[in-house]
């Protein structure tokens, strides 16, 4: 089953926008979130008939923010210092399971920023069995 998107959605160092067919390598992570806030929807064509490009118009090409020792592609710090819009932290935040609430918007940009940046650093150290205690 593929799905449609109803919003701009940023997984995998990619952006979908509205009514793009998300590929069908998303994280099952990453599609259950999606759908539990209902921002996909079902779509009922086969795989082979989707074409792979569509997405390949927006402004993907010189991406690098994955952090390598997390393939799932969290964006670097400076990537996540270098999201102007609180609407686009908000998105990227819930592609990486972060839930910054509906009163988002009324905290600065570079608060939300930081409660991102802590957030993967605290993902991180628990997917890498938090390599960083007992020094």
């Known amino acids: ?34 759908k539990s806030k209902k921002f996909v929807e079902p779509v009922d064509i086969p795989a082979a008939l989707v074409d792979e490009t569509e997405d390949r118009e927006d402004e993907g090409g010189d991406f690098s923010g994955f952090n390598e020792r997390v393939p799932e592609a969290l964006k670097s710090p400076e990537e996540i210092r270098k999201i102007r819009t609180k609407k686009d932290i908000f998105n990227y935040a819930a592609s ?36 960083t205690e007992g020094e």
Request: net charge negative; charged share 30%; aromatic share 8%.
């Open 1 to 34: 089953m593929r799905y449609k998107t109803k919003v701009t959605v940023v997984t995998g160092g990619r952006s979908y926008k509205p009514g793009m067919i998300l590929p069908a390598d998303i994280s099952n992570a990453d599609l259950a979130f999606l």
């Open 96 to 131: 990486v399971g972060l839930d910054l609430g509906e009163n988002y918007d009324e905290k600065a940009l570079k608060d939300l920023q930081e409660i991102v940046i802590n957030f993967q650093e605290e993902k991180l150290e628990e997917e890498t069995g938090a390599e």
